[in-house]
């Protein structure tokens, strides 16, 4: 999409100059030639697959996935769900995924275990990288950038969106990859969550990989990588997972 940069200038005793950048559209208003939006068709029940998405897991089994080492899949499978097998590694896709619409469901352990970082706890990797938090927060306290829906040991969520332990939660995340060109970052990835249908996460941008009290930088990379689930050791629960890949949409469809 190109742009052009717009300059405005506050008329003060001190003047601030601000760049922002302005889309250009290059169709007439109401032109009856540009291109329609490809037809989507939504999902019969709410949180459901649209017609759009790939289907990661649909109840039955594990066929989308394998270990983070290539092996078949250790988690168990039981009635339309599975679940972190504790100690067999972490689980992730078999097809890579960059800029997407993504759709989690998960169930922390009831009762659960233990306190602080310990209980339920598992984590949703974008791209295998940007962790978004898995753990029960319900009652369970913890640091704020690593309770559930946190970017996790970068951002906390915006508010506590969290049910009770065994009850199923929702992530809806939408997520744009970082861009390089000539080995320069020329894009931050951005992340936008709605935990349980609450925005907790508004188009924030990671600071680059997520790691346990650290913040590693941005590296060069490939668009597209597995979805992560990590095995932190406890059997949380996951059902309903499907993604809609966005970069078949990035030309804006006639912009």
């Known amino acids: 999409m190109k742009s052009r940069t717009l300059l405005f200038i506050a008329a003060a005793a001190a003047v601030t100059v601000f760049a922002v950048e302005v889309p250009v559209i290059h169709w007439k208003t109401g032109d009856r030639s540009r291109p329609l939006p490809p037809k989507v068709t939504p999902a019969s029940t709410p949180g459901g697959a649209p017609s759009d998405a790939v289907v990661l897991f649909d109840g039955h089994d594990l066929s989308a996935w394998q270990q983070k080492d290539g092996s078949a899949p250790k988690w168990q499978v039981h009635d339309g769900y599975f679940q972190v097998t504790p100690d067999s590694g972490d689980l992730v896709t078999k097809q890579p995924f960059g800029d997407a619409q993504i759709h989690v469901e998960w169930a922390s352990p009831s009762p659960t275990r233990g306190s602080?970082?310990?209980?339920?706890?598992?984590?949703?990797?974008?791209?295998?990288?940007?962790?978004?938090?898995?753990?029960?927060?319900?009652?369970?306290?913890t640091y704020p950038d690593g309770q559930a829906a946190a970017i996790y040991c970068q951002y906390p969520p915006e508010v506590n969106a969290c049910r009770p332990p065994g009850e199923w939660q929702t992530y809806d995340v939408i997520f744009h990859g970082a861009r390089w060109a000539n080995g320069k970052l020329t894009r931050l990835a951005s992340v936008t969550l709605l935990h349980n249908g609450v925005l907790v996460q508004d188009n924030v941008h990671p600071t680059g990989p997520t790691d346990y009290m650290k913040r590693p930088p941005y590296e060069p990379g490939p668009d597209k990588a597995p979805l992560l689930l990590q095995d932190h050791g406890q059997p949380v629960r996951y059902r309903n997972i499907w993604i809609r890949e966005l970069d078949k949409y990035e030309s804006k469809w006639g912009e």
């Open 116 to 141: 602080d970082q310990e209980p339920g706890n598992s984590g949703v990797y974008l791209m295998s990288l940007y962790e978004i938090q898995v753990l029960d927060s319900y009652k369970n306290k």
